[in-house]
């Protein structure tokens, strides 16, 4: 089957299966390889992307299914070089430490600013609950997040 | 990952007739559950029919007789909704206890009542069940949770149920025959191997919700191992209505996620009928409550701890059902 959709800033035009996951097709054949297959199943959250904006998993999606999408991924995050805010902020407040989950955590971060441009530690807590992170202990990832936000709003 | 086809087409009755006519195909909504039952190599469809382009099914439409959801709704939209929020409080809660944001960001309504049933035996990589004698949902004999019994006692852990159950929702199904309507409560057959009332070809294409009424208040609130990413548990939708005289006139209590469906309490409250409301009420009718689901052999799930904490949540929600009944005078 033919799709064709939104990456970034690009057009992606592809035969794809009709069994096959939108990640597996990233991964393997757009060679994005910011988003990660962790449990393959929806439970961890480190093959977040946004669909029209919003992270969904996209281990749980078929590739067939993001036919005329608009995907984002961190790639398309930095511009000429120049990081984010929010890559910065989490540089800034070490809100990583292996860096498998951090895709993941920094598109959801990216979500929920668009919609909340001054969430509350609360409000970030619920937006996270879906990316599992194995080092920090999520509290530099809040701090990351509420940095990002301050850093947006100037 | 097993290999089927996938289409999504333009129309229902193309939906449809691709349903009938194609062998083991099968409908897919949202998707973050079914993908998982075909990753473990539980269901091996031939053919997914997406239902993602029938803009009809979308939505919520407002009316006097109450509001109709289309069941391709995607959850992040309700949970959105504030006037859902207001109207049905109890829905709008299951729906904020539901999985992740990230999920609900792809799951739909009409996908979360046609929700398998979920087992700690049956839902496994089929690695993990090859060491077990096939279950009665793997094709086999004997049900694991409930050993003796012969029927496949698979939880029903869809967290909208409960709620659209009390506020009444009635479903409507189509298929290349017609349509016929039905109470949700209709809809759960009681059998893990076939929980659905579903014919084949058949879809889910309305849920009625009718208004709730004045004097009338719901609460949901949900028991699982962890806040996030879980299935309940148990999960408990309460109801109350007063007279206008603030006497209870009804009252009701719904628990999921014990058995292949939601089980209704409404015998065991009906001493509360033409009371006067008050803490010692609210007490006394869950105890009542955990008794009657204690008793029921069909909650092999509910034991020890959960047995224990089931009253103590069922004595905050119908005092939170009664509160919000109260506030609801209009």
Redo the contacts between chains.
Sequence with gaps: MRIRFTLNDGIVEEEVHPHETLLDFLRNRVRVTSVKKGCDEGACGTCTVLFHGKPVRSCLLLAVQANGAEITTVEGLAKRGELNVIQEAFLEKYGFQCGFCTPGMILTTKALLDENPDPTVEDIKDAFEGNLCRCTGYEQIIESVLRAAEMRRG | ??????C?PESLPDALKLLKEMPKAHIIAG??DL??LI??LLLKPSL?I?L?KLSDLVGIRTRKEGWAIGPMTPL?HLERSDSLRLTYPALHEAIRAL?????R??ATLGGNICLDTKCIYYNQSHVWERNLPRCLKAGGTLCHVAPGRKRCMGALAAETVGPLWIYGAELTLTSGRGKRRMPLKAFYRGDGLNPHDLTAGEVVTSVVLPPPGNRFGAAYYRFAYR???EFSQFNLSASIRLDDLGRIDSANLVVGAIGPKPVELTESLSFLVGQTPSAALWEEAAKRAGEAVARMARSPRLTGYIRAIFPVYAERLLSEAFTRAKSNGR
Aim: proline share 7%; hydrophobic share 50%; no cysteine.
């Design positions: 990952m097993h290999a089927f086809d996938f999504q998707g973050t993908m998982v990753k473990d997914l997406s993602a992040w999985a992740v944001p990230p999920i960001n792809q806040k996030a990413l």
